[in-house]
């Protein structure tokens, strides 16, 4: 029998990815090169398909690149979905131009319109011309903006019909003034007469006006009864003989002192309730307590909370305002051990002796937690002994995810030469540089048994007989 050459199936190592598949070469291998499926396409492209990321053809035609000018909205596109050097117009919604619209350097039309040659406009304006709601220049003249005052009737109009700063007066019919009439702001004449300058007292409420509407040196009274509040006894009069809004008043007899003075009631007048003065205190909840005079000192005033608190064996502590609070007076315990996080408190609010513990964001662990020396428990899992104690191992035992001994040995890294058909383990399920080795069907036999390949396998090959040493010895 002769013997029969095999041949393995090696899976390529390919760093694509095929969504038809790989190709099969003659052997019936596979290989890198991806399967393309048979397309038939309508479209004609004059500068072929274009082919996609497995190599293959694809109903898409490859276009050319263009050296055409940029667009601003990009370029038209052929019946081949290639880009041509025709730019894309926008839709645009313009207003109605009589003479049409602009078009830009890309052919689009615009939203400025074509303006007509000015016709028959003989009109000089100096400062150019006005131009009229479609950008076209027109045959009036273009007005300045001045910086004038406003003129209650109006700002004269030039040649041009353009505002000026000179105003526009009135027409008025006004009586004859000895001193003449008074010039407004505007520059107009006004019906107002021209007064004397009088040395006149000021008047609180000014002074009488006479018949040409001059000032005279007699003081004004104002009727102020409409906008006082009613006073009982009457209005005091001022140095001008007009009353005022102050109340006439009567003196109190009083008997008790104040030492910053008494309160007015609401017409003004004095009374014999004493007046408080303004304190800048610090803020307390439930508001301040009273001297004998009736007015608010910076003192507290505490509530009694001890209905609403929890019994506290050594009394209560004071808060900043001097008032009970519901937390407890504490003894400090005498603790001789060390807590990082600090000591608990007790039902009371009083520390204790016993060590506060962090709380800790650890791994589930199914048997539970170590504790440290300040009896906090850590994120370490409690292990128990694997049911393999007498098993040994040379390398020791593998941990699992809780960081406990398991019953599978620990395997060191070995490099080792490649084998086809992979490596032999040892007695401890780790791997070695032993190759694993298939029997070969031989058709012949081997005295002195068959040779080994480089992976130490046996062959179909016999072993050679070995040549002994020649010897000069003589029987």
Known sequence: MSSKKMHALITPRCSNKCDNGFEIDKYGCATCKCNCP??????????????DKNGCRICRCKCLQLGCKECIYGNEVDENGCRTCQCNCPLLRCKECANGNQIDENGCRTCRCNCPPLVNCTKYCSNGYQIDENGCRTCRCKCLELDCKDCIYGNQIDANWCRTCRCNCPLLECKECANGNQIDENGCRTCRCNCHDLRCKECSNGNQIDENGCRTCKCNCTKIKLKCPFCPLGYQLDEN?????????NKPRCFNKCSYGYETD????????????LRK????????????QGCQTCDCD??????NCS????DYQLDENGCETCNCVCSAPRCFNKCTYGYETDKYGCATCKCRCPLRK???????????????PTCDCVCFPPPCVLKKCKNGFEMDKYGCATCNCKCPLVKCKACPNGYQFDEQGCQTCDCVCGWPRCSNKCKRGFKTDEYGCATCKCMKRKQCPRTNDSD
Not at 266 to 277: A, E, F, V
């Open 38 to 51: 048979l397309i038939r396409c309508h479209t004609v492209c004059p500068n072929g398909h274009q082919i």
């Open 266 to 277: 609401k017409y003004g007048c004095s009374t014999c309730k004493c007046r408080c003065p």
């Open 302 to 307: 505490c509530p009694k909370i001890k209905l």
């Open 281 to 292: 205190c610090k803020v307390c909840p439930n508001g301040y307590k009273f001297d004998e």
């Open 241 to 249: 003989g007009c009353e005022t809004c102050n109340c006439s008043c």
């Open 311 to 314: 019994f506290c064996p050594l």
């Open 362 to 376: 650890c791994k589930v662990c199914p048997n539970g937690y170590k504790y440290d020396e300040q009896g906090c």
